[in-house]
């Protein structure tokens, strides 16, 4: 295919190679290092939005199974079932078990 075949606005005249004007990231000025130092202390999971309190409610295949033993303690008449049902679905059994973990201390017993 020559040129001439192709549209005019497809063929570039006089074009050179754009130059990026954006700095290396493999050299770090003196302007990031004083901006690096003056941020506060990263505490997220990584993404932003994302804290400490990541994951800590109940997930959906937890609602799912408290859902479950909420419904088959109802049909079983069973009262301490749907409270564990509930307590899973809305999360409060996660958070039960999390503190339980949070009071044994490894280190106390020898």
């Known amino acids: 295919m020559s040129s001439s075949t ?8 006089n074009t050179q190679p754009g ?3 954006v700095p290396s990231t493999e050299a770090p000025t003196s302007e990031s290092s004083t901006k690096d130092s003056q ?3 990263q505490r997220h999971a990584g993404a932003v939005g994302l804290g400490p309190a990541y994951k800590q ?3 959906f295949g937890e609602k799912l199974g408290g859902l479950q033993e909420e ?3 109802k049909i079983t008449k069973n ?3 749907v409270e ?3 307590d899973r679905r809305t999360g409060i059994l996660k958070k039960k ?3 339980q973990q949070d009071e044994d201390d490894p280190f106390a017993k020898p």
Not at 6 to 13: C, D, E, K, L, R
């Open 6 to 13: 192709a549209h005019p606005s497809a063929v570039g005249t």
């Open 97 to 99: 078990e999390q503190e």
């Open 79 to 81: 009262p301490e079932l």
């Open 19 to 21: 130059t990026s004007t």
């Open 39 to 41: 941020l506060p202390l």
């Open 71 to 73: 419904i088959k303690g």
């Open 84 to 86: 564990h049902g509930r």
């Open 57 to 59: 409610g109940a997930g």
